[in-house]
């Protein structure tokens, strides 16, 4: 098993690919810390009835005191955090358009969650990482910003900041021993993309596998692996990358 005896903390962990990381890392034997606004009971049941350990925390990532509140959580109950997956974000019911035309509002929550919740959550576990001297942060990108996704300027924009953020922070905590690195997935069939794409979905899709090396959608499950490896010690020496896993659409 390649997360035993680690404590991993997932936020957005109620549903869809933070639900899937949750059970994945239990799976390779981390204790599991899952975080959402929505109630992550289904995520912590079917962890618990495989014989993990999980627990559930009610969480807003746009809060300090939240994330806080959570980084306390995790620690009386499972003493250390080695992982933290910043996963929660603004994505399903997003409203599209051209870049003129978006919602302010809508903008300003997107940055107030999809980037200054991820600032929250590593000011809230980053310093108990510090005492450990190790840790592993990831953050969850896109490959909206890398690939260039147009009318969504709100969304790509917060997941550029989430891989800016990646590269500061790896700089910043390599003297702590914590790793930071991000990982920027294209389109994956979860709720959040149908939601997101709507009537759009199957010609959506089909665009976008045709542009991969790998002509398929990606899956759920295609991620999980690179999250696992990022999280255990496999990766030890790996920090301040975003790993893209998209079928082959972009290179470096
Ligand atoms: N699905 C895709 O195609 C895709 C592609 C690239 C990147 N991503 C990213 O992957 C992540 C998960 O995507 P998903 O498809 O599972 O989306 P999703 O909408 O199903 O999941 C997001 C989760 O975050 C939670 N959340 C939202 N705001 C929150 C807040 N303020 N505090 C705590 N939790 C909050 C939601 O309740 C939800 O459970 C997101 O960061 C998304 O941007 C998804």
Redesign the pocket.
Known sequence: MLLKNKVAVI????????RAYAEAMAREGAAIVA????DCADTVSAIRSANGRALGVS????SFASCQALADAATREFGRVDALVN??????NLKGGRFDQLDEGQWDRVMQ??VK?VWNCCRAIVPLMRTQKSGSVIN?????PIYGMPYALDYSVS?GAVIAMTHSLARELGRDWIRVNAV?????M????REFLGVKLEKALQVIASGQSLQRTLETDDLTGTIIYLASDASRFVTGQTIMVDGGTVFL
């Open positions: 936020t957005g962990a109620a549903r869809g690919l933070g975080g959402d606004v929505r969480l807003d990532v746009a996963n929660a974000a603004l994505y399903a969650v999809n919740g969850i990108s896109s490959l909206a997941k920027a997935p294209s389109a994956v979860t709720e959040g993309t």
